[in-house]
T-cell receptor
Framework: GAVVSQHPSRVICKSGTSVKIECRSL??????MFWYRQFPKQSLMLMAT?????????EQGVEKDKFLINHASLTLSTLTVTSAHPEDSSFYIC?????????FGQGTRLTVV | RKEVEQDPGPFNVPEGATVAFNCTYS??????FFWYRQDCRKEPKLLMS???SGNEDGRFTAQLNRASQYISLLIRDSKLSDSATYLC?????????????FGSGTRLSIRP
C-alpha cells in the first residue's frame, strides 16, 4: 500500500524556537496533504490542507503565521511551528489520500519546554 | 451538529464479549466510509472500509445505514489486543482530494 513518512517522530524544543516537521509520500504523488493535531485523549483535529504549488488552506482558529506550511513538491509538505510555546505541545500527524484510503505519517510528538 | 459524531466511550468490556458502536454523519451525500483504529501515541490505521452492502472481516463487521445516516462496527469475541480508539471516517462528496472528516473516536478497553 501507499506509504507516508513523517519526520521527526519526536522533538523537544525550547520556548520561542521554531520546529519543522516533514511529511513525504514515498510511493505516490500527493497534490494535497493534510495536517492534524491531537491533544491527549482527544480526536484528530484538522489544522490545514496543504496544496502543492499554492497556499495552504487553514481551518478556523488556526494561525497561518504561526503554523507555516510549504508544499513545494508532489511528495513533500512541511509544517513549521514558529515561536513555539508550551501550549503548542501536541501530537502532529500528516495525511495524504491515495484514493479512497487516507494514509498517515507516523506522527510527531512535539514538546515545548 | 457535527459532521461526524461518535460516542466517545470508554467502552469497558470483558474479553470474549461482543461490542458494537455507531457513528452518525450529517452529509447525506457522503459516499465513502471507513473505520480506523488508533493505538495510544500512534497514527490511525485503516481497519476496514464500509460498503453499502456491509462487510465482514473475521471478528469485525461494518454496516452502513443510509436512511438513518450512520455506520456501525461490531466486534465479536473481543481480544485484549482490540483495546484502542476506533475512529469513524467519512469522505464527503466533492473533488477527488476532498478532505476526510474524523469522528472524535470511541475508546474501547477490553479487560481480562
Amino acid at each position: 500500500g501507499a506509504v507516508v513518512s513523517q519526520h521527526p517522530s519526536r522533538v523537544i524544543c525550547k520556548s520561542g524556537t521554531s520546529v519543522k516537521i516533514e511529511c513525504r509520500s514515498l510511493d505516490f504523488q500527493a497534490t494535497t496533504m493534510f495536517w492534524y493535531r491531537q491533544f491527549p485523549k482527544q480526536s484528530l483535529m484538522l489544522m490545514a490542507t496543504s496544496n502543492e504549488g499554492s497556499k495552504a488552506t487553514y481551518e478556523q482558529g488556526v494561525e497561518k503565521d504561526k503554523f507555516l506550511i510549504n508544499h513545494a513538491s508532489l511528495t513533500l509538505s512541511t509544517l513549521t511551528v514558529t515561536s513555539a510555546h508550551p501550549e503548542d505541545s501536541s501530537f502532529y500527524i500528516c495525511s495524504a489520500i491515495f484514493s479512497p484510503e487516507a494514509f498517515f505519517g507516523q506522527g510527531t510528538r512535539l514538546t515545548v519546554v | 451538529r457535527k459532521e461526524v459524531e461518535q460516542d466517545p466511550g470508554p467502552f469497558n468490556v470483558p474479553e470474549g464479549a461482543t461490542v458494537a458502536f455507531n457513528c452518525t454523519y450529517s452529509n447525506s451525500a457522503s459516499q465513502s466510509f471507513f473505520w480506523y483504529r488508533q493505538d495510544c501515541r500512534k497514527e490511525p490505521k485503516l481497519l476496514m472500509s464500509v460498503y453499502s452492502s456491509g462487510n465482514e472481516d473475521g471478528r469485525f463487521t461494518a454496516q452502513l445505514n443510509r436512511a438513518s445516516q450512520y455506520i456501525s462496527l461490531l466486534i465479536r469475541d473481543s481480544k485484549l489486543s482490540d483495546s484502542a480508539t476506533y475512529l469513524c471516517v467519512v469522505n464527503p462528496p466533492g473533488s477527488s482530494a476532498s478532505k476526510i472528516i474524523f469522528g472524535s473516536g470511541t475508546r474501547l478497553s477490553i479487560r481480562p
